[in-house]
T-cell receptor
Framework: RKEVEQDPGPFNVPEGATVAFNCTYSNSASQSFFWYRQDCRKEPKLLMS???SGNEDGRFTAQLNRASQYISLLIRDSKLSDSATYLCVVIMNRDDKIIFGKGTRLHILP | DTAVSQTPKYLVTQMGNDKSIKCEQN?????MYWYKQDSKKFLKIMFS???????INETVPNRFSPKSPDKAHLNLHINSLELGDSAVYFC?????????????FGPGTRLLVL
């Protein structure tokens, strides 16, 4: 099993809809989790951290499920500008590892 | 004001050449990183430096040598370039310790080895 896995998509979603995708991780020693977004031919940018208690920032909600070893990202009322690739990041401090998922491509359709 | 900058933005070179990519951050961060993003968009960490000291050194060929003259700069030198080195190389920095999730990325250097 890969250390961090994401559905590559693409997810084609109409504007205004709600979309959610997950990221699974294999190592239970994983300690910190983040979502980044990367636009085409651009650098990754931090979207939000993922806390054990969940984290909400406007239309975006991130959650962590340690028992099932996955994190999720929910986008409500999607906008055209949400079209991007969403990368999950898992950090294992004990093993000095930072692992990026391969990303999920999201296309918001007008 | 550019927070993390990289030069050059594009680099086209022949196999066997030696090249360097420079990275500078003006955020006052202690930790800097180099990542490689291949044609399949897989972003993989190569090195991490904390206050000029090497912290993470993933399994990369020793043709790749990072150099940190001061904590605001982390350059990447690549010897004897190979076709498989073609990728986008991102520099990043973070304020927290050696392993931080809140990272600021540079715009990337697109390297093409012919």
């Amino acid at each position: 099993r890969k250390e961090v896995e994401q559905d590559p998509g693409p997810f084609n979603v109409p504007e205004g809809a709600t979309v959610a995708f997950n990221c699974t991780y294999s190592n239970s020693a994983s300690q910190s989790f983040f979502w980044y977004r990367q636009d085409c031919r651009k650098e990754p940018k931090l979207l939000m951290s993922v806390y054990s208690s969940g984290n909400e920032d406007g239309r975006f909600t991130a959650q962590l499920n340690r028992a099932s070893q996955y994190i999720s990202l929910l986008i409500r009322d999607s906008k055209l500008s949400d079209s991007a690739t969403y990368l999950c990041v898992v950090i294992m401090n004990r093993d000095d590892k930072i692992i990026f998922g391969k990303g999920t491509r999201l296309h918001i359709l007008p | 004001d550019t927070a993390v900058s990289q030069t050059p933005k594009y680099l086209v070179t022949q196999m066997g050449n030696d090249k360097s990519i420079k990275c500078e951050q003006n955020l006052g961060h202690d930790t800097m990183y180099w990542y490689k993003q291949d044609s399949k968009k897989f972003l993989k960490i190569m090195f991490s430096y904390n206050n000029k000291e090497l912290i993470i050194n993933e399994t990369v060929p020793n043709r790749f040598s990072p150099k940190s003259p001061d904590k605001a700069h982390l350059n990447l030198h690549i010897n004897s370039l190979e076709l498989g080195d073609s990728a986008v190389y991102f520099c990043a920095s973070s304020q927290e310790g050696s392993l931080a999730g809140t990272q600021y990325f540079g715009p990337g250097t697109r390297l093409l080895v012919l």
